[in-house]
């Protein structure tokens, strides 16, 4: 039982879910690195939620809204870390969910997709195509899903499939603590934040502009520069750093 006054609460929480869900056959043991680096840089990151996040969510929030056909793609960590959210931010946007891992086997698909069920969620995962040019187990999609989408949103992704569903015609939303990633560089919108912030601020802005006419949402995203914003992240944490140097 973790106390909840220790200075690490939430931290410690997310952690404990990621292992559960590796007991439960949902997240790879991978998965628990994935995080811990992750972790650190939210740590320089201040541990919150941005201006530069922001813009990204929004932002991020009206392509989806905008998309004929909007994916969610969900892992181990996003299923155990933010299933509610996820499920709410596609009902929204009027997204499907689909279920797509690097550490593939279909039993492990099947066991996320169960995991899933349990919230609400009847996520994708036939796993009867595939993305022409990816040799990882990534490229097994669902034909329902990823295959057709105009809009993927890849909370915790890696560089190699970014690239490729770029090269599909594919608008990309990343969600990465780490603006110096190849997925970072590669995405149309890079979200700098923990996807435990992320997911439930996007819900927050569906609600807000899930009404706007298709010229505002639009407006919206014309003028948004992904570089400029991982300019911004990168100024954020030497900013962060220097304020905290200050201190010792």
């Known amino acids: 039982m973790i106390p909840k006054d220790h200075p690490r609460y939430e931290s410690l929480v997310t952690r404990e879910k990621i292992v559960e869900g590796v007991k439960l056959g949902v997240t790879a ?16 990151l201040g541990e919150r939620s941005n201006d530069f996040a922001l813009k990204a969510e929004k932002v991020a929030t009206a392509m989806l809204l905008l998309a004929k056909h909007p994916v969610i793609s969900v892992n181990g960590n996003t299923a155990v870390l933010v299933p509610e959210s996820i499920k709410e931010l596609a009902e929204l946007v009027k997204a499907k969910i689909e279920v797509n891992v690097f550490h593939f086997s279909r039993e492990r698909v099947a066991k996320i997709a169960q995991y899933l069920s349990q919230f609400g969620i009847e996520a994708l995962c036939n796993c009867d195509a595939e993305l022409k040019g ?4 990534r490229r097994i999609v669902d034909s329902r899903g990823i295959l057709i989408a105009d809009v993927v949103l890849v909370p915790l992704e890696d560089g190699d499939r970014c690239e490729i569903l770029k090269k599909h015609g594919k608008k990309v939303i990343a969600i990465d603590l780490n603006p110096l990633s190849r997925t970072a560089k590669m995405a149309d919108v890079t979200i700098v934040d923990n996807i ?15 009404d706007l006419r298709r010229d505002e949402l639009e407006s919206i995203v014309k003028d948004y520069d992904n570089k400029a914003i991982l300019k911004d992240a990168i100024d954020g944490i030497i900013a962060y750093l220097e304020n905290i140097k200050k201190v010792l």
């Open 29 to 44: 043991l991978q998965g628990l690195i994935a995080h811990g680096r992750g972790e650190a840089f939210d740590y320089i």
């Open 134 to 137: 990816l040799s990882s187990a």
């Open 196 to 210: 435990k912030r992320a997911i439930p601020r996007m819900v927050d802005f569906a609600k807000e502009m899930k």
